[in-house]
């Protein structure tokens, strides 16, 4: 069965300090790649995705992630953090090829706290 | 372009009773699915609809959970009779179809609590 692990529950950064939030997973098949982040009081929003081609993707509001097939892990990363960052980020899954319905499959997230 | 729109966004009911929650997808996506979110977990998928045929149900909990999308637009989760294990937030989500990874589109969820 297909899982997703996210390796930190509650991340404590300053403005300005560099954020990585680990993301692995485990399934050996093809499969699409997501982060979703959860602002307070909003809905989940698409962060970045990846599906094929370069392993390192941008996202929104200064965001990347890297694939490493051969580590099985899909990181995040995000170079100076803002306050305005703060949120529940989500790394989802889902598999790809015939008979895969495209259900996710997510994370236990990441509340991430920037301290002005 | 709207969003996915769900009601009621807060319920407090006692075990035992009955709730219903309602999902108005983005118009035009062919696709709808139904989570749930345990506080301190990521969202589990409940069921997940094309159009108006079910696709995935296999996490749902059958004997007290039941959900219908009978025009292939809104859709309705319903709840009878509910358990403590049930408060959650329940989340609709939307993609325009199933295939080539196809971002989903999330409301603003359902928080149900148990009493």
């Known amino acids: 069965a297909q899982s997703v692990s996210q390796h930190n529950h509650h991340v404590i950064l300053s403005e300005a300090a560099s954020l990585e939030l680990g993301c692995n997973y485990s399934y050996g098949g093809t499969v699409n790649l997501f982060w979703y982040v959860q602002y307070p009081g909003q809905h989940l929003q698409l962060l970045l995705k990846?599906?094929?081609?370069?392993?390192l993707v941008k996202g929104i509001k200064g965001f990347e992630a890297e694939f490493i097939k051969s580590k099985f892990s899909f990181n995040l990363r995000k170079p100076s953090v803002q306050w305005s960052d703060t949120a529940e980020y989500f790394c989802?899954?889902?598999?790809?090829?015939?008979?895969?319905?495209?259900?996710?499959?997510f994370g236990q997230g990441t509340t991430l706290q920037v301290k002005p | 372009e709207a969003g996915v729109a769900q009601s009621p966004r807060y319920k407090i009911i006692e075990k035992r009773q009955s709730v219903a929650f309602w999902c108005n997808p983005i118009s035009g996506h062919a696709t709808l699915y139904w989570y749930q979110q345990i506080l301190g977990q990521g969202p589990k998928l409940l069921i997940q609809f094309q159009n108006n045929g079910v696709v995935d149900d296999s996490q749902l909990p059958k004997d007290r959970f039941s959900a219908e999308r009978l025009k292939g637009v809104d859709s309705t989760l319903k709840i009878q009779p509910a358990k403590l294990e049930d408060s959650a937030v329940y989340l609709c989500?939307?993609?325009?179809?199933?295939?080539?990874?196809?971002?989903?589109?999330f409301g603003d969820g359902t928080r149900l609590s148990i009493l």
């Open positions: 989802a899954v889902n598999a790809r090829g015939s008979g895969n319905t495209g259900k996710l499959i």
């Open positions: 989500a939307s993609s325009l179809h199933s295939g080539r990874g196809q971002p989903q589109h």
């Open positions: 990846y599906f094929s081609g370069d392993p």
